[in-house]
């Protein structure tokens, strides 16, 4: 069962792993969501590059997945305005899943952050 358990970090850091590539790969296409353009999203793709692997190696792993919760709350703020100005419900609704995917995957890495066994920078 320990086995089977063990697999759980690697279902949160391996999605947030590609998440960071689609920000490497895509910059053009979402520069225009973020403040700060291509820069802020080059930026943000390698801060989920890091912390997933971070997690998946399980060095500062406490720390990244803090930073990790921290910036999928930011991540937020342009799904939240982009919900609130759309028009049409297909817009609507997409933002609303993007809402609560960042939501419950802060919440994976707040949970992985109370387990996590590198805590040299946070206790």
Do not use: W
């Amino acid at each position: 069962m320990q086995t089977v358990i063990n697999l759980g970090k690697y279902l949160f850091a391996i999605p947030l792993f590609v998440f960071g590539l689609m920000h490497l790969m895509s910059a053009d296409q979402m520069a225009a969501m973020a403040p700060g353009g291509a820069v802020m999203v080059y930026f943000t793709g390698l801060c989920l590059l890091t912390g997933s692997v971070s997690v998946m190696i399980g060095k500062y792993d406490k720390l990244a997945s803090v930073l990790i919760a921290v910036l999928l709350l930011l991540f937020l703020i342009p799904h939240v305005q982009g919900m609130m100005s759309a028009t049409d419900e297909g817009t609507k609704a997409m933002q609303m899943i993007n809402i609560l995917k960042n939501i419950s995957m802060a919440g994976g890495a707040l949970a992985y952050a109370a387990l996590a066994k590198d805590a040299r920078y946070v206790s």
